[in-house]
């Protein structure tokens, strides 16, 4: 595992919660706006499998909300190092990063790693992810070879699943396959989309109004309903009512 630190040594603060998920491009300035800020001025930390240090500045300096401290850990295999584990206890935002959710997957379910991303979320952490590490947030989660279950119990997404790139890549069929198959409701973001869920159920869409920047909302009768993504997340979809 490989760590990338920029900021301060470790706060205390009380986070918002909520829940950020994005459609696998360019991140939304806005809606990162929205995960930093919640995070209380408190610690950031970037989980991901390939990569390096790339969302450090960005987040900590280049968006204008003010955190604590990111730190990126690069995952390489299976770790319950127990300073690892220390870091995911003491941070304010855990963001996932694009990638291989079947490593996340690997690496992550059923072990203590899990455990304790598991405790950031009893504890009101705000977490999110864009591609793969929006596509590990439902119950049920497309590994990129099966669906897997009980990993990361998320209020609002039990009984969900994700998918992303998703008009880009014409992933409705694969989508509605994978609803009748679980019997899950499903929620996907095209690839500049963002959905920015409050721990209420409320979720805000963010995209380019110029664009296609869609979020979709599938039931388990396939009922469609599409929310086009606002500058500032004015678009919104209530999943406690869903």
Not at 124 to 132: C, E, L, M, Q, Y
Not at 154 to 159: A, E, K
Request: hydrophobic share 40%; charged share 20%; aromatic share 10%.
């Amino acid at each position: 595992m490989t760590s990338f630190y920029t900021g301060n040594p470790n706060t205390v603060t009380a986070p918002a919660g909520g829940v950020c998920m994005m459609g696998g491009r360019t991140e939304n300035d806005n809606a990162m706006r929205w995960f930093l800020n919640r995070a209380q001025g408190g610690d950031v930390l970037v989980m991901r499998a390939s990569g390096s240090d790339g969302y450090n500045d960005y987040l900590f300096s280049e968006l204008g909300s003010s955190v604590n401290s990111v730190e990126t850990l690069v995952f390489s295999g299976v770790t319950e190092d127990a300073a690892i584990v220390a870091k995911i206890d003491a941070a304010e935002a855990i963001w996932f990063a694009g990638g291989n959710q079947g490593k996340y997957v690997e690496y992550w379910k059923d072990n203590s790693i899990e455990d304790a991303l598991q405790r950031a979320i009893n504890r009101n952490v705000v977490i999110g992810g864009t591609s793969a590490g929006m596509a590990i947030l439902g119950e049920f989660v497309w590994t990129g070879e099966t669906i897997v279950t009980n990993f990361l119990s998320i209020p609002f997404l039990q009984g969900k699943i994700t998918d992303t790139h998703f008009s880009e890549r014409s992933r409705m069929d694969r989508l509605l396959g994978f609803i009748e198959e679980t019997g899950a409701k499903g929620i996907a973001a095209d690839e500049y989309t963002a959905i920015c869920m409050d721990p209420s159920g409320l979720a805000r869409v963010f995209g380019d109004e110029a664009n296609d920047d869609i979020a979709f909302f599938i039931d388990e009768s396939f009922e469609v309903i599409s929310v086009k993504g606002t500058a500032n997340g004015s678009a919104s979809f209530d999943l406690s009512a869903w």
